[in-house]
């Protein structure tokens, strides 16, 4: 066997192959990034679906692709019938996203995260009124509300919502102060819910 196939080979067994302790390790940065390292922004984009959802997500899968390919190639011309094989194309193509959204989705939503931030400290703080449709008060409680004429809703406590939920919710807005951000998005600083002033 002439060295450069021995290397393929080698490759293919070695190299296109994710260890469980990685995509463990991805999941966990996943959470925190999630739980502690993302600030409360009100506000949307479409640029932000694109650029920090979808491509990021489509470059790990491509990268993903060209980095497993001779594993996934040995693997499906390994396997006789159809329905094996599309059950093999549809397990690696959604271990792909799943891993592609975990690595690169999460590593752009980071840096979005704190480019976002780093651009609001510079500008001053506002006072954003917005008027509220409706208080969902439950396992997960929110407070759903207008924005720039979009729904959004703002994840509260259960008890946060107790004062409130025999009330109209017409009659009450929240009141954010908040720093504009990227994109049409603002850093919320801080919140209240008041009744609307007539």
Do not use: H
Request: aromatic share 16%; net charge positive.
């Amino acid at each position: 066997m002439a060295a450069e196939d021995r290397n393929r080979v080698l490759w293919v067994e070695k190299g296109g192959k994710i260890s469980a302790g990685t995509v463990y390790l991805l999941l966990a940065l996943a959470i925190a990034e999630e739980l502690w390292l993302e600030y409360f922004t009100i506000g949307s984009d479409p640029g932000y679906c694109i650029y920090i959802g979808l491509l990021p997500t489509a470059a790990g899968c491509l990268f993903l692709l060209c980095y497993r390919w001779p594993f996934i190639v040995k693997n499906y011309t390994g396997i006789k019938g159809v329905l094996p094989r599309l059950f093999l194309v549809l397990f690696y193509g959604l271990q792909g996203i799943l891993f592609s959204y975990l690595s690169f989705g999460v590593l752009a939503k980071t840096v979005w995260n704190y480019t976002n931030k780093a651009v609001a400290d510079r500008q001053p703080a506002e006072l954003l009124t917005c008027p509220v449709i409706s208080f969902q008060q439950g396992k997960n409680s929110y407070i759903y509300f207008l924005f720039r004429d979009k729904k959004e809703k703002l994840n509260v406590r259960y008890k946060t919502l107790t004062p409130y939920a025999d009330k109209d919710a017409g009659l009450y807005e929240l009141r954010f102060t908040a720093r504009s951000g990227i994109w049409n998005y603002y850093l919320v600083e801080s919140w209240s819910i008041a009744k609307t002033v007539q």
